[in-house]
């Protein structure tokens, strides 16, 4: 087992303090699997707008279920890349000894249930310089660990690499706080109150992680996954769910926030204006009037995807065709407008457009490999009919369902003269008459 010794710690405070003890070109927790460890002066404080979810990253070195240090290993991980904030957790460890709870029953419970910790004492996510030597000390000492029954380590290559990939994530600041950004809020009750624990700690939650952006991805999976809907209904649909999410979370996340019973947000706009002007009175004062905020060119739901010099060849393509001919469904108009087109960008549907592509594939100046100037080509042939306006992702999805439907064909051909033997051998090794079911 590699451990991590006296001097690797004494050494790595020295370097993270910046002292002179920390020029002798020692090199600090040393693994062989997690290769060369960088210079402690080498790792920069970087932070990212875009954070990583730190449970996915604690789980990508995939551990086995029945191993003796599996549980050992989470918790050192996770207070590896956690860091309590010691005056609340002081003050927790003191309420709960006076509720009766000695010091090794308090050990416990952090130790295997830290539920009731997590829900009222904030932790911190340290800078790369910090948090890499943290995270990098769990997995030399816990990976190579040799269960006593399998006889197999903690950690096999496949997780050695992902452990590799984890530290490199970290020295790129995708898992530190950000400075100055307040990670927590406090929970609230149905009165707009900060609800506390039995042990009256104020409760706390945190906005890290991606599992409210799953919850909220599983209600539009349920919204549209069975049912079939067009653009337009779906835009309306989606702002419609937009808005009622966001007066949710700011009834439960934001102070003075009034619960009202209802979505019609513009009505306690026009209410909460016409109280103010009449009697100097605010009926609600942590509301913000969105009817006095000025509409900006900003959307939503369904936007534009194309590039300018794209946009410019439709438009050119637009003056050479027929505007009587062209006669769009309520959808299509809907998707065009949507996106400020005079057309709507669609994927390959007709046939009218696989025999052009066939065409285009055979013209040698056609770009196939370059997928904006393609779809800019494309709109040489456009018609507003048959033929509509690509995407470079439509064009780069055709081209490869083209190259493989061209291997299949290619792959038949070949095959035909075996396909006739085997046909062949079926014709002749079959049952002259249908067989008869035995009576039982």
Same mark, same amino acid.
């Given at each position: 087992?590699?451990?991590?010794?006296?001097?690797?710690?004494?050494?790595?405070?020295?370097?993270?303090?910046?002292?002179?003890?920390?020029?002798?070109?020692?090199?600090?927790?040393?693994?062989?699997?997690?290769?060369?460890?960088?210079?402690?002066?080498?790792?920069?404080?970087?932070?990212?707008?875009?954070?990583?979810?730190?449970?996915?990253?604690?789980?990508?070195?995939?551990?086995?279920?029945?191993?003796?240090?599996?549980?050992?290993?989470?918790?050192?991980?996770?207070?590896?890349?956690?860091?309590?904030?010691?005056?609340?957790?002081?003050?927790?460890?003191?309420?709960?000894?006076?509720?009766?709870?000695?010091?090794?029953?308090?050990?416990?419970?952090?130790?295997?249930?830290?539920?009731?910790?997590?829900?009222?004492?904030?932790?911190?996510?340290?800078?790369?310089?910090?948090?890499?030597?943290? =995270?990098?000390?769990?997995?030399?000492?816990?990976? *190579?660990?040799?269960?006593?029954?399998?006889?197999?380590?903690?950690?096999?290559?496949?997780?050695?690499?992902?452990?590799? *990939?984890?530290?490199?994530?970290?020295?790129?600041?995708?898992?530190?706080?950000?400075?100055?950004?307040?990670?927590?809020?406090?929970?609230?009750?149905?009165? /707009?109150?900060?609800?506390?624990?039995?042990?009256?700690?104020?409760?706390?939650?945190?906005?890290?992680?991606?599992?409210?952006?799953?919850?909220?991805?599983?209600?539009?999976?349920?919204?549209? /996954?069975?049912?079939?809907?067009?653009?337009?209904?779906?835009?309306?649909?989606?702002?419609?769910?937009?808005?009622?999410?966001?007066?949710?979370?700011?009834?439960?996340?934001?102070?003075?926030?009034?619960?009202?019973?209802?979505?019609?947000?513009?009505?306690?706009?026009?209410?909460?204006?016409?109280?103010?002007?009449?009697?100097?009175?605010?009926?609600?004062?942590?509301?913000? *009037?969105?009817?006095?905020?000025?509409?900006?060119?900003?959307?939503?739901?369904? =936007?534009?995807?194309?590039?300018?010099?794209?946009?410019?060849?439709?438009?050119?393509?637009?003056?050479?065709?027929?505007?009587?001919?062209?006669?769009?469904?309520?959808?299509?108009?809907?998707?065009?407008?949507?996106?400020?087109?005079?057309?709507?960008?669609?994927?390959?549907?007709?046939?009218?457009? *696989?025999?052009?592509?066939?065409?285009? =594939?055979?013209?040698?100046?056609?770009?196939?490999?370059?997928?904006?100037?393609?779809?800019?080509?494309?709109?040489?042939?456009?018609?507003?009919?048959?033929?509509?306006?690509?995407?470079?992702?439509?064009?780069?999805?055709?081209?490869?369902?083209?190259?493989?439907?061209?291997?299949?064909?290619?792959?038949?051909?070949?095959?035909?003269?075996?396909?006739?033997?085997?046909?062949?051998?079926?014709?002749?090794?079959?049952?002259?008459?249908?067989?008869?079911?035995?009576?039982?």
């Amino acid at each position: 087992m590699i451990s991590v010794t006296e001097d690797d710690i004494t050494y790595l405070q020295a370097a993270i303090l910046e002292s002179e003890q920390c020029r002798t070109g020692k090199t600090p927790i040393p693994c062989d699997q997690l290769g060369d460890p960088p210079r402690p002066s080498d790792i920069a404080d970087i932070f990212s707008s875009v954070l990583g979810d730190i449970f996915h990253a604690m789980d990508r070195p995939k551990v086995p279920v029945k191993h003796a240090s599996k549980k050992g290993y989470f918790v050192a991980l996770q207070n590896a890349f956690f860091i309590w904030d010691e005056d609340q957790m002081a003050e927790l460890r003191e309420r709960m000894a006076k509720a009766g709870k000695t010091d090794e029953e308090i050990d416990s419970e952090l130790y295997y249930n830290s539920k009731l910790f997590r829900g009222c004492v904030a932790r911190r996510v340290p800078p790369p310089s910090i948090l890499y030597w943290r =995270v990098r000390a769990v997995f030399a000492l816990y990976g *190579n660990i040799v269960d006593s029954d399998s006889k197999k380590p903690l950690f096999n290559s496949r997780a050695w690499a992902k452990a590799r *990939n984890v530290l490199n994530e970290i020295r790129a600041g995708l898992y530190s706080d950000p400075p100055g950004f307040e990670m927590y809020t406090y929970k609230l009750d149905k009165n /707009g109150e900060v609800k506390k624990n039995k042990y009256g700690m104020k409760m706390i939650d945190s906005i890290r992680g991606t599992n409210r952006t799953e919850a909220y991805h599983k209600g539009l999976v349920t919204t549209f /996954g069975s049912w079939i809907c067009g653009i337009e209904m779906s835009d309306c649909l989606l702002a419609e769910r937009r808005h009622r999410h966001n007066q949710r979370v700011s009834e439960i996340r934001r102070l003075d926030f009034p619960i009202l019973g209802h979505f019609d947000t513009w009505r306690v706009d026009a209410i909460q204006n016409l109280v103010w002007k009449n009697h100097r009175i605010q009926i609600y004062p942590g509301w913000t *009037n969105a009817s006095d905020y000025k509409d900006t060119e900003e959307s939503f739901d369904t =936007v534009a995807l194309h590039s300018q010099p794209l946009h410019d060849a439709l438009e050119e393509r637009m003056k050479e065709i027929d505007a009587s001919s062209v006669k769009l469904s309520r959808e299509n108009k809907y998707l065009a407008d949507s996106v400020g087109a005079k057309l709507p960008f669609l994927p390959f549907i007709s046939d009218e457009e *696989n025999v052009l592509y066939a065409h285009c =594939v055979l013209d040698g100046n056609f770009p196939l490999d370059d997928d904006e100037k393609a779809a800019i080509a494309w709109c040489k042939h456009v018609d507003g009919v048959k033929i509509m306006p690509k995407l470079p992702v439509h064009m780069r999805t055709h081209r490869e369902a083209f190259k493989r439907n061209q291997r299949v064909r290619d792959s038949v051909a070949r095959a035909e003269k075996g396909q006739s033997a085997l046909d062949k051998l079926n014709e002749v090794i079959k049952s002259a008459k249908p067989s008869t079911p035995a009576v039982a």
